[in-house]
């Protein structure tokens, strides 16, 4: 299968379609955190009473804002290959970020919200992080396993 890529379009030479690729730029990098905090934000409101932590895979986040951003399901990474590659590299880089600070935090409305991170695991490039609700006011720390 042959195909021929033009700007944001690629050519199928196989099933002769034109696929219109998504541009990536900077500024739609940027709703990535958004994307994150949000999930975050659902998980805890529903496990309120439990203090399992919360585990996220980069892959699963780029998967989250791709389908909510224009839409395409996972199933057609295939077809906007360029556009899965792009997103997912960003995530690992933001979850390495938020693993080396060790915390996120971020203020909504009246609440506060304060997530220690720590490194669950790594599997294929895929990076996945723990997130541990802690009340504002203290400070977390990794328990000794």
């Known amino acids: 299968m042959t195909r021929i890529r033009l700007d944001l379009h690629t050519f199928s ?3 002769k379609s034109s696929i219109h690729e998504p541009e990536v730029t900077p500024s739609i990098l940027a709703g990535l955190p958004e994307c994150l905090r949000g999930t ?3 998980c805890a409101k529903r496990q309120e009473m439990r203090r399992k932590p919360i585990l996220v895979s980069s892959n699963s986040l780029a998967n989250r804002f791709i389908l909510s951003r224009w ?4 199933s057609q990474r295939r077809r906007y290959r360029n556009l899965f590659t792009t997103i997912r ?3 690992r880089v933001i979850f390495n970020h ?3 600070r060790g915390r996120i935090e971020w203020q909504d409305g009246s609440a ?3 997530f220690g991170i720590y ?3 790594e599997i294929r490039g895929n990076l ?4 541990v609700l802690t009340p504002p006011d203290s400070e977390w720390t990794l328990p000794m396993r």
Do not use: H, M, S, W
């Open 119 to 121: 490194k669950f695991d």
């Open 71 to 74: 839409g395409i399901r996972p």
């Open 89 to 91: 590299k960003q995530c």
């Open 98 to 100: 938020y693993l080396t």
């Open 40 to 42: 975050l934000l659902a």
């Open 128 to 131: 996945i992080l723990g997130f």
């Open 13 to 15: 030479e196989r099933t």
């Open 112 to 114: 506060r919200y304060v």
